[in-house]
C-alpha cells in the first residue's frame, strides 16, 4: 500500500458542477497538506495548503483535512473548463535532519465540459 | 513574478547516450529538488540540496544519476548512460528554506525526456 491513495479518475463534470477530489494517506506523521494542479506538460502550481484538520476556504477552492481519518479533500464550486487539469495531493513530514520532504497521490485528471 | 527555470524543455536520446538537465530556482531559494514523474503518476523525489549541500538522495540511482548544486544557485542533473524506463518528465523544484515550516515548493515547466 502506498502512504498516499489517490484516484487517477478521469472524472468528468458539466461546467458549474461541484468537485470533490480526495486523497486517503497512511502515514499518521504527515504535517502539512497541499492541492497541486498541474496542467498537460507543465509543471505543478500550488493551489492550497493546510496544516490543521478542518475546512480552508480561497476564492472557487475549498480544502479539507480530516486527520483522524487519514482523508484530505478539495472542493471546486462553480467548475470551469479551465479547471480542466490533473490535482495531485501532496504532504510533507520534517525528517530527522530537520529538513522536510513531499510525497505526492498519483494525481487525478478533471475533465470540465462547457 | 519569479520562476524556476528549466531547460531543455524536451530532449529525445537514445538509450545508452547521456543527457543534461539544468535547473535555476528563484532567486534567494536555498533549498532545491529535482524529481521524476512517470506519466499517470505523482513526482517523486530523486534529489534535495541545501545551499550546495546534498540533504536526501536515498531515491538517486546513483549507478547512473548524479547531480550537482556547485556553487548553491543553479543545478545540474545528469543521466549516463539513459535506459528506456527513463522517460519520464524531470521536475525541479525550489523553496526559501528546506527546514520546518510550510514545505511550499515553486515547480518550474520540467524537462520531458523520451528514450529510445
Known amino acids: 500500500q502506498k502512504e498516499v491513495e489517490q484516484d487517477p479518475g478521469p472524472l468528468s463534470v458539466p461546467e458549474g458542477a461541484i468537485v470533490s477530489l480526495n486523497c486517503t494517506y497512511s502515514n499518521s506523521a504527515f504535517q502539512y497538506f497541499m492541492w497541486y494542479r498541474q496542467y498537460s506538460r507543465k509543471g505543478p502550481e500550488l493551489l492550497m495548503y493546510t496544516y490543521s484538520s478542518g475546512n480552508k476556504e480561497d476564492g472557487r477552492f475549498t480544502a479539507q483535512v480530516d486527520k483522524s481519518s487519514k482523508y484530505i479533500s478539495l472542493f471546486i464550486r462553480d467548475s470551469q473548463p479551465s479547471d480542466s487539469a490533473t490535482y495531485l495531493c501532496a504532504m510533507s513530514v520534517s525528517m530527522n535532519s530537520g529538513y522536510s520532504t513531499l510525497t505526492f497521490g498519483k494525481g487525478t485528471m478533471l475533465l470540465v465540459s462547457p | 513574478e519569479a520562476e524556476v527555470a528549466q531547460s531543455p524543455r524536451y530532449k529525445i536520446t537514445e538509450k545508452s547516450q547521456a543527457v543534461a538537465f539544468w535547473c535555476d530556482p528563484i532567486s534567494g531559494h536555498a533549498t532545491l529538488y529535482w524529481y521524476r514523474q512517470i506519466l499517470g503518476q505523482g513526482p517523486e523525489l530523486l534529489v534535495q540540496?541545501?545551499?550546495?549541500?546534498?540533504?536526501?538522495d536515498s531515491q538517486l540511482p546513483k549507478d547512473r544519476f548524479s547531480a550537482e548544486r556547485l556553487k548553491g544557485v543553479d543545478s545540474t542533473l545528469k543521466i549516463q548512460p539513459a535506459e528506456l524506463g527513463d522517460s519520464a518528465m524531470y521536475l525541479c523544484?525550489?523553496?526559501?528554506?528546506?527546514?520546518?515550516?510550510?514545505?511550499?515548493?515553486?515547480f518550474g515547466p520540467g524537462t520531458r525526456l523520451t528514450v529510445l
Open positions: 540540496f541545501q545551499d550546495e549541500s546534498v540533504v536526501d
Open positions: 523544484a525550489s523553496r526559501t528554506s528546506g527546514r520546518g515550516g510550510t514545505d511550499t515548493q515553486y
